[in-house]
Structure formats: structure tokens, C-alpha cells
């Protein structure tokens, strides 16, 4: 889900995730961050009683790269990295 107040500037939005808490909320931050596209990414739990994490990106706009596509790039990435940490614990446990 997006929630912005403006949807004619696609270069910032927040999304809510839900179902979600700090522990995909800080790992896909420093994904994203590491995009140098991105200026700012942060995220906030709204409650402790509730599970979900509002997620704000903001890119430079620079290229006029969307927030959307940089979203699925750090969700992308960080699939990958979480896949080859799996693969080489399994591997160094054999």
C-alpha cells in the first residue's frame, strides 16, 4: 500500500508494509540506501501493538528514478543476499 499526499511526484512515497516489524524494516533501509540514487530511506513501526512498518524512500531525482522501482530493487537484493548467507551457512555446516 502507498500512501503519499502527492502522487504526481513518484520520486518519494511511503509504503505500508504489513505484516512486517524492524526486522525486514532495517535490513531493506540499508538495502535501499545503498542505491546511490536513493537520498533518503527510513522506515517507523506506527505502534508496538501493530504489525506493520511505514516505509519512506526518496530519491534524488537526478534520473527521474521512481521510488516503486527502487523498492523492488532493495527487495531484489536483499533476497539475494539472504539467499547466498543460507547457501553458505548450509555449505559450512556440512
Known amino acids: 500500500q502507498v500512501s503519499d499526499a502527492s502522487h504526481d511526484d513518484e520520486t518519494c512515497a511511503t509504503f505500508v508494509l504489513h505484516g512486517e516489524d524492524h526486522t525486514?524494516?532495517?535490513?531493506?533501509?540499508?538495502?535501499?540506501?545503498?542505491?546511490?540514487?536513493?537520498?533518503?530511506?527510513?522506515?517507523?513501526?506506527?505502534?508496538?501493538?501493530?504489525?506493520?512498518?511505514?516505509?519512506?524512500i526518496q530519491?534524488?531525482?537526478?534520473?527521474?528514478?521512481?521510488?516503486?522501482?527502487?523498492?523492488?530493487?532493495?527487495?531484489?537484493d536483499l533476497k539475494k543476499v539472504s539467499k547466498h548467507v543460507l547457501d553458505t551457512f548450509q555449505v559450512g555446516s556440512l
Open 24 to 56: 525486514l524494516g532495517n535490513s531493506l533501509r540499508h538495502m535501499i540506501m545503498k542505491n546511490p540514487d536513493v537520498e533518503f530511506c527510513g522506515y517507523s513501526v506506527p505502534h508496538p501493538s501493530e504489525t506493520k512498518i511505514n516505509l519512506r
Open 59 to 76: 530519491t534524488k531525482g537526478t534520473n527521474r528514478v521512481i521510488s516503486m522501482s527502487v523498492l523492488e530493487k532493495g527487495l531484489n
